[in-house]
């Protein structure tokens, strides 16, 4: 009976202890997997971003009571709001990178890798007057990851290069504030309303080609193609100079109830209509007041913008001064 007992509390031990070491060498081996991360730093403490990008500099910033991000203007120029479609989750892409995998505790030659200098220079600031600052090199050869290092630290890593070329983009190709984006091709019709007057622009149906329409009786007349083409692109995603105010406080004081010049662009597919209003100048006489409809109550936007005249009296001119074709 002893033996017998001896014997299967024998067995009991051989099966926990292989177990606990079959646990423990696949734990183990999962942390020897997981991804370390290059930093961490809370999303909703990031307040500022300065990226150089091969010799060019810019910097993002918000203030810590505001969710609005603006990219600093340069040699005095204003600064710009961001797009706030583009810029999304930049903030948590910036808050904790995973690297692919650290490759050596220290580095001989950071020019071999693209980082003596580096490619991209990158500082992210929180409101505590914290900073992380790290650099970005070129691909790996199988150019599926990017060198990087931290500021102050000797170990090289690589990242995924999806990753480092939206941190590249920022700088290259900043999101600079757009009133909305959407696809000139989806265009079907565009109407602007300027008082009782009212000009129509509509797209053939299968010819693509787009008309003026007339007054009821009258002929469309055609337009010159390319310069309608080129006034519709400027129309998909007109740009903002200035977030005034996140709500209208009461639009007749802008010259925005009723509008000076609505424009209204009908798409196909079933896609919502965009309306835009353009009200009275600002007091610099430089700008005017603009708000946006986008036809949905899920992305209603209170926004009062400015936006420079230079970059309106082309889309006001198309109300008045249609780019008809030369006969």
Known sequence: MNI???????????????TFLVLR???????????????????????????????????????????????KGSSGDPDIPVFQERWGGTPLLLSGPKVTRPLSDGIEDPASFGLEPPETAVKVLDRYGNE?????GIPTPDNQNQYARLVGDDTLFTVPIEWASVVNRLANDPPVGRLYQIDPRSAL????????DITRY????????????????EEPKLLDQ??????????????????????????????????NTAVVIVRQGGERAIEWYIGD??????????????????SEDTNLYAVLNSRLDPIIALATDPVLATP
């Open 4 to 18: 017998r007992l001896s014997i299967l509390l024998v067995v009991v031990l051989i099966i926990f202890g292989g």
């Open 226 to 259: 390319i310069a309608w083409a080129e006034s519709l692109q400027m129309m998909s995603n007109p740009r903002l100079d200035q977030i005034l105010a996140s709500d209208i406080d009461d639009p007749k004081l802008y010259g925005l109830d009723p509008p």
């Open 202 to 217: 509509a797209m053939e149906d299968g010819t693509g080609r787009w008309f003026l329409e007339g007054e009821e009786g």
């Open 189 to 196: 019709v565009v109407q602007f309303f300027r008082g009782d």
């Open 25 to 71: 060498f696949t734990d183990s081996n999962e942390r020897a997997e997981t991804s370390p991360w290059l930093y961490r730093i809370n999303e909703g403490d990031i307040v500022g971003l300065e990226i150089v990008y091969q010799g060019e500099e810019i910097s993002y910033y918000r203030s810590p009571a505001s969710r609005i991000w603006y990219i």
């Open 132 to 136: 992380v600052a790290f650099h970005l």
């Open 281 to 298: 100048l600002t007091p610099d006489g430089r700008s005017r007041y603009v708000s946006v409809n986008l036809g949905s109550l899920l």
